[in-house]
């Protein structure tokens, strides 16, 4: 019998009770921005607004439980933003919408610097059971920065892969590793660098004993892409279905899937709130269209991060994915 998890991709909206605080305590430019040698004060901000969210992550009742990522002003480019091997220079667009980060480049060796591991191992102190560890995967870390060091797209991305591999190794345990490639629908890799993208995620996920799950989003990977993909040592794939139902659908008729499935059935950049009978419709809806295959697990989720979301539209989609998981289980 399929499990279903209710869970999240993470990078949540901070409360605005914390906008307002770290408003008057850092400021708005751009060099304000988080760069891991913060006070006590804004330390305090951070903590207190991570125990917010894993509270109210563990009311709405959602089987694995995120950090929340409140601290990264520079979303998937954090990792490397705030690494001392690095200068953040322009803002640049983050992919095709309304938000920014600065521009991560790389200009000496890398290696882990614990920053993820360290807001981890704060949250697990606060999480009951279900840990869930958030990265950007390294195909997209690498896409999202700039090198000057390296000196070549394949080392370079090696070289963010192998500095991802080392941050899990200071992870606390945890049950589930979600890596966050929306660069692989956004900026597909060419022939030949798809199998090395395939080849990075793999290097990443072999670092854990946790379930590894590739979550794509904005859409559904290329042919050859996702055939790539299926070949990483991940436990599950996701597949957007708010943006590209009938494309992933595709994908997974023609080329298989895991032994489990990570579905986009939130929209993360819509307030509209999906009720828990659409989310499993949704579910439903994807079984009956890929009936060949036969999921062990299947992470419910949002098809995006949530950051984009004004702080009660989220909580709401929360509820609602726990509420839905919960009765698909009863």
């Given at each position: ?143 999202l ?29 945890v ?10 629908v ?39 892409v ?22 992933n ?36 809806w994807?079984?009956d ?7 062990e ?28 998981t ?5």
């Amino acid at each position: 019998m399929t499990q279903v998890v209710s869970t999240t991709p993470g990078l949540y909206p901070l409360p605005d009770w914390a906008k307002d605080d770290l408003s008057s305590l850092k400021g708005h430019q751009k060099e304000d921005l988080i760069s891991g040698d913060e006070g006590e004060e804004i330390v305090a901000v951070y903590d207190e607004a991570r125990a917010n969210v894993i509270d109210r992550q563990q009311e709405a009742g959602l089987d694995r439980v995120v950090e929340g990522q409140l601290r990264w002003d520079d979303m998937l480019a954090h990792p490397l933003a705030v690494h001392d091997a690095v200068e953040t220079r322009g803002i640049v667009r983050y992919y095709d919408n309304n938000n920014f980060y600065r521009e991560p480049v790389v200009t000496s060796d890398l290696d882990a610097d614990g920053d993820v591991a360290r807001e981890l191992s704060a949250a697990a102190d606060q999480v009951d059971a279900g840990l869930q560890a958030v990265l950007p995967g390294p195909y997209s870390l690498a896409d999202l920065a700039t090198d000057e060091h390296y000196g070549d797209e394949a080392a370079f991305q090696d070289a963010v892969a192998d500095f991802l591999a080392g941050e899990i190794g200071e992870f606390p345990a945890v049950e589930t590793l979600f890596l966050l490639e929306p660069s692989l629908v956004e900026n597909p890799p060419g022939e030949g660098a798809d199998q090395r993208a395939s080849a990075a995620i793999d290097a990443v996920a072999t670092a854990t004993e946790a379930s590894v799950v590739v979550h794509p989003y904005w859409g559904a990977l290329e042919e050859k892409v996702y055939a790539h993909l299926m070949d990483a040592d991940v436990d599950a794939v996701g597949y957007d279905l708010v943006a590209a139902p009938d494309a992933n659908v595709y994908n997974v008729q023609e080329y298989g899937a895991p032994a489990s499935v990570s579905l986009g059935l939130v929209d993360g950049q819509n307030t509209l709130v999906e009720s828990p009978e659409t989310i499993r419709d949704r579910i439903e809806w994807f079984q009956d269209q890929t009936p060949a295959e036969d999921y062990e697990t299947v992470y419910a989720t949002s098809n995006t991060e949530l950051f984009y979301l004004p702080v009660n539209k989220f909580e709401a989609k929360l509820d609602a994915l726990g509420a839905a998981t919960a009765e698909v289980t009863a």
